[in-house]
Nanobody
Framework: QVHVMESGGGLVEAGGSLTLSCAAS????????MAWFRRAPGKERDFGAA????????YYADYVKGRFTISNDKDKNTVYLQKNNLKPEDTTVYYC?????????????????WGQGTQVTVSS
């Protein structure tokens, strides 16, 4: 069974940076795509960034363009989300998702494996 686990959340001041990591634990699992979503309290998860494992397909939501960067380390089966110029409205729980099959998607329902989430809090 594939387990996906996020790390790297925490408290940061507005304008600061933070890098989230997400590792897929099963060594034999080769992701086709991994993605980051967020969910504010009382709201549905919404898309942040996604990439295919070779890195030649990358999608970003409008609210992260120019501020967040998704990348991966194939040897570690890990995807990262570098978050720069953080804003108080970026405060929420961030979730990592993985898929072993196409597509590289911006939709929650296209991903089979999910982490438990990591809290990011941006102080003003």
């Amino acid at each position: 069974q594939v387990h996906v686990m996020e790390s790297g959340g925490g408290l940061v001041e507005a304008g600061g940076s933070l890098t989230l990591s997400c590792a897929a634990s099963e060594r034999t699992f080769k992701p086709f795509a991994m993605a980051w979503f967020r969910r504010a309290p009382g709201k549905e998860r919404d898309f942040g960034a996604a990439m295919n494992w070779s890195g030649d397909i990358v999608y970003y939501a409008d609210y992260v363009k120019g501020r967040f960067t998704i990348s991966n380390d194939k040897d570690k089966n890990t995807v990262y989300l570098q978050k720069n110029n953080l804003k108080p409205e970026d405060t929420t729980v961030y979730y990592c998702a993985a898929n072993g099959r196409p597509p590289v998607s911006t939709e929650v329902y296209d991903y089979d494996h999910w982490g438990q989430g990591t809290q990011v809090t941006v102080s003003s």
